[in-house]
């Protein structure tokens, strides 16, 4: 069934849609909610909250788009204030060295060597120790954009914010994200 | 296109979301660029790499027990929405706080005036005060032992119309448990 329709009758109170909508779903809420929280319990907290409160406010949602947002508002304002009351420190990536001139080349000369698989794991290892010490919404935007494919416009809702934003986010951490790896590489 | 537009529409060029002029415009500026070119082989890079970490897998079986936690937890509420229509709460409790006792003023009112002391009399003290429970003011008329009914209601709106609703229970009760003795 389309998802128009599924979200059509999950806001008239059908309950097998809203099963539908969570079986859809609830890979990508819970993947959100590990990469930021890093672990499976809370990442399950965030993912059972989620579709709790989607549930509880079927009716403000309007249509698809605002229903895909308002899942990843919910998903990524809860895993925020999980974030906060753990106080985790962040250790930010900002006092990283002059940014090197070729991080890609690293990474080439790295995939191409006989043990690229480790490698490689190594190497997504660090990206992922990286994006961890992003500040949060920065840190949510690359998540939610870079890492799990939502578009700019859906970031933009999700976060309450313009899509110029989301967009200026993306640069900066992507900046601090390729100076960190820069740096580990060295 | 310049170096700083290169930078601004990356994203867009990478995902594919430009239209073929665009493009072409781009990429005759990558070829031309190295340091440009540099930094979208750099993006490319980085993207692909995060996008290929995957969340390591729950634990089996994770997804049915998630499902029907949801489900478990999205009914709770759904009762729990019904027993509040009962249980009023918050603006809808105000209001019952003052409809409650003005309707039992009203019935009490009405009940008084219609009232006919049945021949013979009916005299408080032949209520129990057992019976009235921990109404203090409603125990108080009936251990005067001189009050009839209807002065008793009257009493009751006049000292504690606010409590008029659970004296009306309790007159009630009385009466239901009592009348025939009269």
Redesign the interface.
């Known amino acids: 069934m389309e998802l128009r329709d599924l979200v059509e009758r999950f806001i008239k109170g059908d309950?097998k849609a809203?099963?539908e909508l969570?079986?859809r779903y609830?890979?990508k809420v819970?993947?959100i909610a590990?990469?930021m929280l890093e672990n499976?319990l809370d990442?399950?907290e965030v993912?059972?909250e989620t579709?709790?409160r989607i549930?509880?406010k079927r009716h403000e949602i309007r249509d698809t788009n605002f229903f895909t947002s308002l899942i990843l508002r919910i998903a990524t304002n809860y895993a925020i204030d999980l974030l906060r009351k753990k106080q985790r420190r962040f250790i930010s990536v900002d006092d990283t060295d002059e940014m090197l001139?070729?991080?890609?080349v690293e990474?080439?000369a790295l995939t191409e060597s006989p043990d690229s698989a480790l490698l490689?794991e190594e190497?997504?290892a660090i990206?992922?120790k990286g994006?961890g010490l992003l500040p949060t919404r920065q840190r949510v935007t690359?998540i939610l954009?870079?890492?799990e494919?939502f578009s700019?416009t859906e970031v933009a809702m999700a976060m309450g914010c313009p899509e110029a934003t989301v967009?200026s986010n993306?640069?900066i951490a992507?900046a601090k994200?390729?100076k960190w790896?820069a740096k580990r590489l060295k | 296109m310049n170096c700083r537009e290169i930078?601004?529409y990356i994203?867009d060029y990478l995902s594919g979301s430009f239209s073929p002029g665009l493009r072409e415009e781009f990429e005759g500026h990558l070829q031309s660029c190295f340091d440009c070119r540099?930094f979208a082989?750099?993006?490319k890079?980085?993207?692909e790499?995060?996008?290929?970490?995957a969340?390591?897998e729950?634990?089996p079986g994770?997804?049915e027990q998630?499902?029907t936690?949801?489900?478990a937890?999205?009914l709770a509420?759904e009762i729990g929405k019904i027993g509040a229509e009962y249980v009023p709460s918050g603006s809808r409790a105000a209001m019952w706080r003052i409809l409650v006792p003005l309707a039992a003023v009203l019935v009490l009112m009405f009940l008084s005036f219609s009232w006919k002391e049945p021949s013979g009399g009916m005299r408080a003290s032949s209520f129990s005060p057992e019976l009235i429970g921990n109404y203090s003011v409603v125990q108080m008329e009936f251990r005067a032992d001189t009050v009839s009914v209807p002065e008793i209601m009257n009493s009751l709106l006049l000292t504690s119309p606010g409590m008029a609703g659970y004296g009306l229970i309790q007159m009630e009760r009385l009466t239901r448990m009592g009348w025939e003795e009269f």
């Open positions: 309950q809203f099963a969570v079986r609830e890979r819970y993947s590990y990469r499976h990442a399950d993912t059972q579709f709790v549930y509880e001139p070729t991080v890609e990474m080439a490689n190497l997504g990206i992922e994006i690359v954009h870079d890492v494919g700019k967009r993306l640069h992507r994200l390729k790896l | 930078h601004f994203d540099n082989d750099e993006e890079n980085l993207m790499r995060m996008r290929d970490r969340v390591p729950p634990p994770y997804w998630l499902e936690r949801i489900g937890r999205v509420d």
